[in-house]
């Protein structure tokens, strides 16, 4: 899965720069083992809500890439017929209960689902994952305060990559972790995984679903993470340090579970296999977006 949302997410920004994509769009290349390690464990009639930066959630939960692309593109035969866009991701018949672009706004709405499903008597689980800056949004807390009083079967994902768009966010926050640190506040424990190991997110992904399909409540996870271009597309990132981005580079996801995998004993060629595959899954939904009908 990794191999895919890097390898998709690469081609939509080369289809980027050829002027294919219609308006702006929020990559999250470094960041894939959040949402891998997450979609492994959801069941597929759970619900994942997911900001702007939506691209990998929607494909770790199954979408067609192809009619993701499309839907980048502004084609009829995305996912959203072309008219919702990079930022608006939707796919209700895989869980994916939309991208949202109003910061910390779908913490409240993944409550209004995890509570749906109590009242239904289901034990689906709904997983919201949101950026380091939504941790200094009302919304934030006032989910977080609901969802341990009526114990809701929610999972709330912080995906901290150190920057809110331009500004870093140990400047403006008083705590080391803004979300881990904030958990006690709501009686829950302070989670915080290593966002770049897919295996310590599916390890800790595992224990939070688990807990809130027992009807055991809400968890808050931080994944410390680091996306490796700019906030967007029009965004170069010359702000960051580089000796910072050199840093978290070598412990990119892509590589670094590559050589584990080596470690443990799976054939080079095995994983030359999956990289190819995967690569002619990204030509085939290119070509498929590339065909659509313009709205």
Same mark, same amino acid.
């Given at each position: #899965?990794?191999?895919?949302?890097?390898?998709? =997410?690469?081609?939509?920004?080369?289809?980027?720069?050829? @002027?294919? *994509?219609?308006?702006?769009?929020?990559?999250?290349?470094?960041? =894939?083992?959040?949402?891998?390690?997450?979609?492994?464990? #959801?069941? !597929?009639?759970?619900?994942?809500?997911?900001?702007?930066?939506?691209?990998?959630?929607?494909?770790?939960? %199954?979408?067609?890439?192809?009619?993701?692309?499309?839907?980048?593109?502004?084609?009829?035969?995305?996912?959203?017929?072309?008219?919702? %866009?990079? #930022?608006?991701? /939707?796919?209700?018949?895989?869980? #994916?209960?939309?991208?949202?672009?109003?910061? %910390?706004?779908?913490? /409240? +709405?993944?409550?209004?689902?995890?509570?749906?499903?109590?009242?239904?008597?289901?034990?689906?689980?709904? &997983?919201?994952?949101?950026?380091?800056?939504?941790? @200094? +949004?009302?919304?934030?807390?006032?989910?977080?305060?609901?969802?341990?009083?009526?114990?809701?079967?929610?999972?709330? *994902?912080?995906?901290? @990559?150190?920057?809110?768009?331009?500004? !870093?966010?140990?400047?403006?926050?008083?705590?080391? @972790?803004?979300?881990?640190?904030?958990?006690?506040?709501? $009686?829950?424990?302070?989670?915080?995984?290593?966002?770049?190991?897919?295996?310590? &997110?599916?390890?800790?992904? /595992?224990?939070?679903? %688990?807990?809130?399909?027992?009807?055991? $409540?809400?968890?808050?996870?931080?994944?410390?993470?680091?996306? =490796?271009?700019?906030?967007?597309?029009?965004?170069?990132?010359?702000?960051?340090?580089?000796?910072? *981005?050199?840093?978290?580079?070598?412990?990119?996801?892509?590589?670094?579970?590559? =050589?584990?995998?080596?470690?443990?004993?799976?054939?080079?060629?095995?994983?030359?296999?999956?990289?190819?595959?995967?690569?002619?899954? &990204?030509?085939?939904?290119?070509?498929?977006?590339?065909?659509?009908?313009? !709205?």
């Amino acid at each position: #899965m990794q191999q895919l949302l890097r390898q998709f =997410e690469k081609r939509a920004y080369d289809m980027f720069l050829q @002027n294919l *994509v219609k308006g702006t769009s929020h990559l999250s290349l470094g960041q =894939e083992a959040v949402a891998t390690g997450f979609g492994r464990v #959801m069941r !597929p009639d759970d619900y994942t809500f997911a900001t702007y930066r939506g691209h990998a959630h929607t494909l770790s939960r %199954g979408a067609d890439p192809g009619a993701v692309l499309a839907e980048l593109l502004g084609r009829e035969n995305g996912i959203l017929k072309g008219k919702g %866009g990079s #930022m608006h991701l /939707t796919s209700v018949e895989h869980g #994916m209960m939309g991208s949202y672009a109003i910061i %910390g706004a779908h913490l /409240t +709405i993944a409550n209004g689902a995890a509570w749906s499903a109590r009242m239904r008597g289901t034990d689906q689980v709904a &997983v919201c994952f949101f950026g380091d800056g939504t941790t @200094n +949004i009302g919304a934030f807390h006032e989910a977080l305060n609901l969802a341990a009083i009526w114990d809701l079967p929610v999972v709330f *994902v912080c995906e901290n @990559n150190l920057w809110m768009e331009y500004t !870093p966010i140990d400047l403006i926050t008083a705590v080391a @972790n803004p979300a881990a640190d904030r958990a006690s506040a709501y $009686g829950l424990e302070g989670i915080v995984v290593d966002g770049n190991d897919a295996d310590a &997110v599916y390890q800790v992904a /595992t224990q939070a679903i %688990g807990k809130a399909r027992r009807g055991e $409540g809400p968890s808050l996870v931080e994944a410390q993470t680091y996306r =490796e271009q700019g906030h967007s597309r029009a965004d170069p990132a010359k702000y960051r340090p580089p000796a910072e *981005v050199q840093a978290w580079k070598e412990r990119d996801p892509i590589p670094m579970y590559h =050589e584990r995998l080596l470690r443990l004993g799976v054939p080079e060629g095995d994983l030359s296999k999956i990289q190819q595959d995967v690569a002619r899954r &990204v030509d085939e939904a290119t070509e498929f977006a590339k065909g659509g009908a313009v !709205p």
